[in-house]
């Protein structure tokens, strides 16, 4: 069956910290993951990763994708209390004759102190 | 904006009711997506439209649940005989194509319907 797992579930910092998000996954038909954002509902795009040892960057933060070790990290440096957010990572899969969907984790859940 | 809009954005229910909840994509994303998100979990898939046909409903529970999309944009996620297990966070997605078999593409989340069975 197809997972992701994400670590850890919660992680409390203080602003000015720099924290790093694990995802690993096995999933058959993998095409690409994803990391999202979720403050109260929709969770909101970040990255989206498909080569392996390629880092992806947007201001504070960063991703990477490591194909052999089925992992990836999102990276958050200098946070700041609005980074504080549930992230998902989730795994693109496609079937020729059924099409993709995204298969998530469970989340982490940060919280950014004053 | 020009985002993934969701209707109603909380609807609140009896057990044995039937609802709808409406999903508006983005202007030309041809692949819709269905997912339910309970407490303290990652989103779920239920279905998959290309177009207008539903080309992977696996993630649906049960014969309970059904989902339309006549037009090619509009999706309507349909609900009978609800019950309290029913109740989460109902999320629409959609993106340009929806992948290939040599691409991917980016899905693009709505703000979700939270559906309370009492």
């Known amino acids: 069956e197809d997972k992701v797992v994400q670590s850890p579930l919660s992680l409390v910092v203080h602003e000015g910290d720099t924290v790093t998000l694990n995802c690993s996954y096995e999933v058959t038909n993998f095409r690409s993951l994803l990391w999202y954002k979720q403050e109260k509902k929709a969770p909101t795009f970040l990255f989206m990763l498909t080569s392996s040892g390629i880092e992806k960057k947007s201001g504070r933060l960063s991703s990477i994708l490591d194909k052999k070790e089925l992992s990836s990290i999102l990276n958050i440096t200098a946070t700041q209390t609005g980074d504080s957010a549930i992230y998902l990572c989730?795994?693109?899969?496609?079937?020729?004759?059924?099409?993709?969907?995204?298969?998530f984790g469970q989340g982490t859940e940060l919280s950014v102190k004053p | 904006g020009a985002g993934v809009s969701q209707t109603p954005s909380n609807k609140v229910t009896e057990k044995g009711k039937y609802v709808e909840l409406r999903c508006d994509p983005i202007?030309?994303?041809?692949?819709l997506y269905w997912y339910r998100q309970s407490l303290g979990q990652g989103p779920e898939f239920l279905i998959y439209?290309?177009?207008?046909?539903?080309?992977?409903d696996s993630g649906l529970p049960n014969d309970r649940f059904f989902a339309v999309r006549p037009e090619g944009s509009v999706s309507t996620l349909k609900i009978q005989r609800t019950e309290r297990g029913d109740s989460a966070v109902y999320l629409c997605?959609?993106?340009?194509?929806?992948?290939?078999?040599?691409?991917?593409?980016?899905?693009?989340f709505g703000p979700g319907t939270r559906l309370t069975v009492l």
């Open positions: 439209f290309q177009g207008t046909g539903a080309a992977d």
């Open positions: 202007s030309g994303h041809t692949a």
């Open positions: 989730a795994v693109f899969t496609y079937l020729y004759n059924q099409g993709g969907k995204l298969i």
């Open positions: 997605a959609s993106s340009l194509i929806g992948g290939g078999t040599r691409s991917t593409d980016t899905q693009y």
